[in-house]
């Protein structure tokens, strides 16, 4: 049940990278809450900015290239962005947990799975280590894992990209954080084995009242199966926020009724499936108007030449676009 306190918020996020002489801006300006006991869904095409705001709110940007240049992230009463090293250290894996997007590259090679996964309750949560090897064997056991206790001597490489997918997801869950970063937590997961991690994402939710879910995915039917709300993001900035009530029922942007629109319908079958039109540009290239303005059907003058604010148009709906109004 979400309670109104945000547990987390995001104010004015600015994220920025160096590229030889020229300035990528990842992330423009974005500020949400993440209320106790809720799920999140961030939603929207690659390059929009998702993974940049995840890995910001814990400071994962590498600097440099990167840098957070400007906003607050405020946790607890504090404000994430000032606060220490260490002090960020005792944060992560306890407080705020993530499951990375990349498998592959996200675990040592050199490590055993047994010395990764049992890192973060060794250093929260004091345990002796035998005590941390029956937790690791039960948190794999629960991401579906086969014979974890034999498996945890093994090295990332004697893993497939599902299995180390499931390692990841048990050393961000181990510790039972009250806030659980998924960045595409299913993506290399069989459909059987994505509506397992899915549920035991929210059954251990559950097991610590008012912790919440940050949910980052492409996948609108799992955005629709586990979220609250959602947010929409393209260019590096929130497009438009509601409760899924809201977005699947009356969406408001172009770009997120573009989305939907491309889902595939019992309806539409033998049908050819919509796209909306183009690409996402390079981050060097967005419009200086609305960042959507070179793809939207409903393109108008003031589109290219006047940056939209984000409004909200009803209780909890918020949208950025000069003529939603009129599109509704």
């Known amino acids: 049940m979400t309670q109104n306190k945000p547990l987390l918020e995001v104010r004015n ?3 920025e990278f160096h590229v030889e002489k020229r300035i990528a801006k990842a992330v423009g300006g974005v ?3 993440l209320n106790a006991g809720e799920v999140l869904g961030i939603v929207g095409e690659s390059g929009s900015g998702k993974s940049v705001t995840s890995l910001s709110i814990l400071r994962l940007i590498p600097d440099p290239p990167g840098k957070i240049t400007e906003g607050e992230i ?3 009463g504090r404000d994430l962005l000032k606060l220490s090293y260490e002090q960020m ?3 992560r894996g306890r407080e705020i947990a993530m499951i990375f997007q990349e498998p592959m590259t996200s675990l040592n090679p050199v490590f055993t799975i047994e010395k990764q996964v ?3 309750v ?4 004091k345990l002796n280590r035998k005590d941390a090897i029956e937790r690791a064997v039960e948190v794999l056991s629960a991401v579906g894992i086969p014979d974890a206790r034999r498996r945890l001597k093994d090295y990332p490489h004697q893993f497939s990209g599902g299995m180390r997918q499931r390692v990841m997801i048990a050393m961000a869950l181990i510790c039972r954080p009250a806030i659980l ?3 595409e937590p299913t993506t290399a997961l069989d459909v059987t084995i994505q509506a397992q991690i899915l549920e035991l994402m929210q059954k251990l939710q559950g097991e610590r009242e008012g912790s919440s879910i940050l949910l980052i995915t ?5 955005i629709a199966e586990m979220c609250d709300r959602v947010i929409v993001m393209y260019g590096g900035l929130i497009q438009e926020i509601g409760t899924i009530r809201d977005l699947f029922g009356n969406p408001l942007h172009p770009y997120t009724r573009g989305l939907l629109a491309s889902i595939p319908r019992e309806e539409n079958k033998g049908k050819k499936l919509y796209a909306i039109p183009g690409n996402v540009p390079s981050i060097f290239d967005f419009p200086s108007g609305c960042k959507f303005c070179s793809r939207c059907e409903h393109v108008q003058d003031r589109c290219r030449e006047e940056a939209p604010e984000l409004r909200e148009l009803a209780k909890g709906h918020l949208v950025r676009c000069h003529f939603a109004e009129e599109l509704s």
């Open 13 to 15: 996020l600015h994220t």
């Open 31 to 33: 500020s949400f809450d």
């Open 74 to 76: 405020l946790y607890g």
């Open 89 to 91: 250290r005792e944060i």
């Open 118 to 120: 049992t890192e973060p």
């Open 122 to 125: 060794l250093l929260h949560e």
């Open 181 to 183: 970063i998924a960045d």
């Open 218 to 222: 492409h996948d609108l039917s799992v």
